[in-house]
């Protein structure tokens, strides 16, 4: 199993900050003896995820797996059957659509205000944060993706839907972790009944729950999109009368004639991690909570801020890029190369026999790992306070050190939502999502960490999650939430 137990072991936050004290490159032992090459050198990441793209491809057990579990998604797919299903929803995440999701992210915004103000009540109150801005997640996610409610947030149990799509990020890492290099084998079985079968009766708790989870989801999407699609042939008006009133990103791609959805599904499982790293920091940092709460309520029009002025709060863009530099909810990516290529360095690096290296060749084959969470904490780029949170470091100019190394990402020289023709092609819905959801929390709360010995901790995963201690399973986030006059 080599290295691979350590990235997958949920506890191995310190075997993740070892390799990211190598100078942007670092050897990892795979599967069976196979060498897997850590990345986080800006000019070589460049050269994997933009100039050289077509050179590295996500590896097969990535995409059989997001095929096997989500179908011929963009996760799952290659060329110009990609290229085709991201230039139908381009349009989706523009400007101008985005203006028109405002009003829905603010109804479900508000909505999670008014069932939080009715828990706490007067004073304060110890909530299960993760439960509610889970709920929430989804809610905005399948309201402004699908069209759909899945939860009116009114009350104290999740629907089951819910349920499901939080159990299944954990579910999946747990169960199969290093793995899930395996998977391709899977899909050799071509007789799709044939194989569910087959896999029906393995004789294994965890990968059952997995399949169930799976099954509950995929019936869920089914549901979904077939109300859209009848909504569609009914016309016009039954597409404005339903949620979303036809502007969700599935109603418009199934006017355009497509099913490119696919991508979206989890994509609350992101947004999950970003609000809550914010919500911890926000707690850890009084005086960081109150300077915002300031500005959000100068901003303020009635309840609402409008999309531009929204946009305009420097000081919470600048919390809002911290966070997402720090605490990225992905840590790392996969890519393999289909051809032997060299990989050029930004700064030389001493080989194994002491001479110095400009470039590395990567035979075809190699898996390479890409550093997210280590190229946005990189000492070299952002200076000896790289692993400190200090929003204030986006007013003014980024150390020129960043911007020169040319980083590959799509948002704000950072690789939190990767880059190239498969960065995070929703990453302005998220934001937009996130920081509405914050505006209107933090004008009626104020949020503390409990004063008692209970630690959360950010279990390692696909996609981190919280638990109360390290011997949990079980995701959660206790806060203790306080009631604030009405400005």
């Known amino acids: 199993m080599g290295n691979l137990g350590q990235i997958y072991d949920r506890r191995g936050w310190s075997f993740l900050d070892q390799l990211e004290t190598y100078d942007g490159v670092a050897k990892v032992d795979g599967l069976f003896g196979a060498k897997l090459l850590f990345v986080f050198d800006p000019l070589a990441l460049h050269h994997i995820i933009t100039k050289e793209q077509i050179s590295f491809d996500p590896p097969g057990w990535f995409t059989e797996s997001m095929k096997l579990s989500f179908g011929p998604g963009l996760l799952s797919t290659y060329g110009d059957h990609h290229r085709k299903q991201r230039k139908m929803l381009n349009p989706v995440f523009s400007i101008a659509h985005m203006r028109d999701m405002t009003p829905i992210f603010y109804e479900v915004a508000l909505k999670l205000r008014d069932a939080i103000s009715t828990r706490v009540e007067r004073g304060s109150k110890e909530i299960n944060i993760l439960d509610w801005m889970g709920r929430t997640a989804l ?9 759909h409610s899945f939860d009116p947030l009114t009350e104290d149990a999740a629907s089951p839907h819910g349920e499901a799509i939080k159990a299944f990020i954990p579910a999946m890492f747990t169960t199969f972790g290093p793995l899930r290099f395996l998977i391709p084998y899977v899909a050799f079985i071509q007789h799709i009944s ?10 294994w708790r965890g990968f059952q729950n997995v399949l169930k989870l799976v099954d509950k989801l995929n019936h869920m999407s089914v549901s979904v999109y077939e109300s859209k699609r009848d909504a569609l042939a009914r016309g016009d008006t039954a597409v404005k009368e339903q949620i979303g009133r036809g502007k969700d990103i599935m109603s418009i791609l199934l006017n355009a004639n497509t099913l490119a959805s696919d ?18 920091l926000l707690a850890e940092h009084q005086d960081v909570q109150d300077k915002l709460r300031e500005e959000i309520r100068a901003a303020k029009q009635g309840d609402l801020i409008g999309y531009d002025d929204l946009h305009g709060l420097l000081y919470m863009d600048a919390i809002c890029r911290e966070t997402l530099r720090l605490h990225p ?3 790392w990516v996969f890519r393999q190369a289909n051809q032997t290529s060299s990989l050029p360095l930004s700064q ?19 898996i390479t790992i890409v550093g997210i969470r280590a190229c946005n904490r990189n000492k070299a780029l952002w200076g000896e306070d790289a692993l400190e949170w200090k929003p204030e470091r986006w007013l003014s100019p980024l150390p020129d050190a960043v911007i020169n190394a040319r980083i590959p990402g799509v948002y704000s020289n950072l690789m939190t ?3 190239g ?3 995070c092609i929703g990453f302005k819905f998220s934001q937009l999502e996130m920081k509405i959801v914050l505006a209107v929390l933090l004008d009626r709360f104020k949020f503390h960490l409990p004063e008692d010995e209970r630690k959360v901790f950010w279990n390692l995963a696909a ?5 109360v201690g390290e011997d949990s399973l079980t995701p959660a986030f206790p806060m203790i939430v306080e009631q604030l006059a009405k400005a």
């Not at 044939?194 to 004789?203: A, S």
């Not at 030389?348 to 190699?366: A, C, Q, W, Y």
């Open 417 to 419: 939502f990767f880059g």
């Open 139 to 147: 809610e905005l996610i399948g309201q402004g993706g699908l069209g």
């Open 463 to 467: 996609i981190k999650y919280p638990t």
């Open 263 to 280: 991508e979206d599904r989890l994509s609350e499982e992101d947004l999950l991690g970003q609000m809550l790293q914010i919500l911890e």
């Open 348 to 366: 030389p690096i001493r080989s194994n026999d002491g001479s110095m290296m400009k470039e590395i060749v990567i035979p075809k084959g190699t």
């Open 194 to 203: 044939f194989r569910r079968v087959l896999l029906d009766h393995l004789p």
């Open 329 to 331: 909810p992905v840590n």
């Open 421 to 423: 023709a498969r960065s």
